[in-house]
């Protein structure tokens, strides 16, 4: 019953805009921290960010500080990563990762971002 759908990606030019959005299915979503990962060809996956289970802590890995932002709507179970100023760099799978400590973790089947003139 656990469904984790992300959406949003898409082709876009160095320095443009994408809003991924993460919709959560099949748990409490509420009582899970959430985070987003990516992963290009050829490398190993990566943490881009996380947020507490009530949206009051959030946490980014250092190249995307500044650049990009997470947040969640937990009235629509939702999760979402904006981000700005994107690079030829940031191209890969991002993966949507909702974690219980100690309990479980659950993940998305991922969404393509391509950024590229």
């Known amino acids: 019953q656990v469904q984790l759908v992300e959406s949003g990606g898409g082709l876009v030019q160095p320095g443009g805009s994408l809003r991924l959005s993460c919709a959560a299915s099949?748990?409490?979503?509420?009582?899970?921290?959430m985070r987003w990962y990516r992963q290009a060809p050829g490398k190993e996956r990566e943490l881009v960010a996380s947020?507490?289970?009530?949206?009051?802590?959030?946490n980014y890995a250092d190249a995307m500080k500044g650049r990009f932002t997470i947040s969640r709507d937990n009235a629509k179970n939702t999760v979402y990563l904006q981000m700005n100023n994107l690079k030829p760099e940031d191209t890969a799978v991002y993966y949507c990762?909702?974690?219980?400590?100690?309990?479980?973790?659950?993940w998305g089947q991922g969404t393509q971002v391509t950024v590229s003139s």
């Open positions: 990762n909702a974690v219980r400590w100690r309990l479980n973790e659950y």
């Open positions: 099949g748990f409490t979503f509420s009582t899970y921290a």
């Open positions: 947020i507490s289970s009530a949206g009051g802590i959030t």
